[in-house]
Nanobody, 125 residues
């Protein structure tokens, strides 16, 4: 099992930036892919971004493409999500998750086995 701890959330004005981090432990980090999801109040958890185990391939939801960047540092067991040009609709709890399924269904929560506890991101207008 992988333990995941997110950090970096907070309150930011629209147009601002935040950098989320997720530190993993328990398994060899470079052996699995990682994803970021978010969940707003009253809504289902939705896909935000995914990065393969090697870091060579990334995917983004259309709603964040061009504004968010995912990156991983396999030497530090960390995956980051750099968020820019934030909008009020980006307000949500953000979760990182570990994918041992080879990124086959990277957009689906069912692809991911282990999840962090989440970090709150609030964007004010």
């Amino acid at each position: 099992q992988v333990q995941l701890v997110e950090s970096g959330g907070g309150l930011v004005q629209a147009g601002g930036s935040l950098r989320l981090s997720c530190v993993a432990s328990g398994r060899t980090f470079s052996n699995y892919a990682m994803g970021w999801f978010r969940q707003a109040p009253g809504k289902e958890r939705e896909f935000v971004s995914h990065i393969t185990a090697s870091g060579r391939t990334t995917y983004y939801a259309d709603s964040v493409k061009g504004r968010f960047t995912i990156a991983r540092d396999n030497a530090k067991d960390t995956v980051n999500l750099q968020m820019s040009s934030l909008k009020p609709e980006d307000t949500a709890v953000y979760y990182c998750a570990a994918d041992f399924g080879g990124s086959a269904y990277y957009w689906s929560t069912y692809e991911y086995r282990d999840w962090g506890q989440g970090t709150q991101v609030t964007v004010s207008s």
